[in-house]
């Protein structure tokens, strides 16, 4: 197939752009190419990961080519309106004179679906379009937004969708296309890399990973950990707006050992992950009802104990004997179980011995991959 992807990815840090970038380069991998246009080098310092020359490389492994928008200056017409959607557009098109694609796929409703949209009508080829949670919780039904997206995907010839959202897709006249259920790829185990770090006490750390925003629950976390073993370390690997705020609320005596790492690329994540105690993913409120966090998936098949916030922990019932409950809202409970789960290797000793068990029931990601294919390949027709 040749595809024409638009879309998050690297370095654009989050699960939606990670999952891009693992799906796309096993295409790649098996034969077909794909064209990949995003924005993904101009998104926002707080939301994008540094680049190294090693890095740069991997953005465009066998089979991906990248168009990528930059940051540089354009025509003024309204101020500081940055027209990622246009750009993107302009882009696409590009790619498709080259590749003359099979179909536009794009991921993640705003602005990478409109943008498809366009480009589908313009190039007379068919549309599909994968969301999110959070592009349908909170952006669908925005009332300035909800006109244009709602016909945005009336007009897409099939949606990649959840169960429980298919009949609404279905009565809107587009074909839903039941979501496989995503694994994660071999990359994701116990037995590879762990970070080194003379200034960093990564062994006797807890780890949190992901956007540093108000529902991810971190202030309970910082506020936890700093009533634990001076020892201790505790890693932050995430950037966003509100990242400085709660820099700015760590104490004087814990500064030495809470360690802002910022964004970190989708291929480094394990090796991380591996390098650290445990996992914690303390969220509240977060405010789509459908999110379940990959992360605590990623930390098991990392051979990592995951502790997980009591509101998203029975989305997880199949793993429960693996993962540790938490109440971020219970300070004292959730200081011992932080630091229980530092000190004691013997879960973590459990979970590598029972990595099998525990792949089985996450998936096999060779199966999502051709699950995928076969979605593409039938939509090709």
Known sequence: M???YIGKYPPIQGGESNKAYWLLKSFGERG???????????????????????????????????YSSFPVKVPSFIPKTNPYTEKLISLALEAADEINPDFVFSWYLLPYSVAGHVVAKLINKKHIIHHAGSDITRLYNDPYLHNCLKSVIQNADSILTYRYLSKQFQEMGVKPILMPKSSFPQIFNPHGNKLIDH???????????????????????????????????????????????????VKDEDKNRIHFIGNLLNWKIPELIRSVKCVVVPEHNFGVPIHRSGIPLESLLCGVTPL????????YQNLKDYIVEINPLDKNSFTKTLERAINDDKMNMKIVNEYKTIRNIIGDYDNYVKQMENIFLEFCK
């Open 199 to 249: 200034e960093i006490n990564y062994n006797n750390s807890a780890l949190f990973l992901g956007k540093i925003a108000k529902p991810k629950g971190i202030e309970y976390l910082i506020n936890s950990f700093s009533e634990i073993d001076k020892n201790k370390s505790l890693i932050i690997a995430g950037g966003g707006e509100f990242k400085n705020n709660v820099e700015e609320r």
């Open 2 to 4: 040749n595809i024409l």
């Open 308 to 315: 997980v916030s009591s509101e998203i922990y029975h989305k």
């Open 32 to 66: 077909h190419s794909i064209s990949v246009v995003s924005n993904c080098m101009e998104v926002e310092q707080d939301y994008r990961c540094k680049l190294s020359e090693e890095d740069i490389e991997k953005l465009q492994p066998r089979g991906i080519k990248l």
